[in-house]
């Protein structure tokens, strides 16, 4: 599966930004999908993940209750809506894919750069 993120821009602390992420490829709804970030000089870090049913989400607390994320498999896209935006939020951001059930994503996008102004 090949994957397509984009939404990326700039915002004031406070706003808010949706990202997309298009899959092409065949069985996209096999796949849980993630959202990853990662800011200039420092690690990647998980944002989002959701099962390919889209029955179940998980956030890690830094994000949770700001951000939301969400799929339409009819249209092969996956989507993380980022609310109260702050500083900290800036980074590149990344979609991911994995088959259901496996623990390693192994299907990357190029990812596409949310900057948060203060």
């Known amino acids: 599966v090949q994957l397509q993120a984009s939404g990326g821009g700039l915002v004031q602390a406070g706003g808010s930004l949706r990202l997309s992420c298009a899959a092409s490829g065949r069985y996209f709804n096999i796949y849980d999908m993630g959202w990853f970030r990662q800011a200039p000089g420092k690690e990647r870090d998980f944002v989002a993940g959701i099962t390919w049913s889209g029955g179940s989400t998980t956030y890690p607390d830094s994000v949770k209750g700001r951000f939301t994320i969400s799929r339409e498999n009819a249209k092969n896209t996956v989507y993380l809506q980022m609310n109260s935006l702050k500083p900290e939020d800036t980074a590149v951001y990344y979609c991911?894919?994995?088959?259901?059930?496996?623990?390693?994503?192994?299907?990357w996008g190029q990812g596409t750069l949310v900057t948060v102004s203060s």
């Open positions: 991911a894919a994995r088959p259901s059930g496996a623990t390693k994503y192994n299907y």
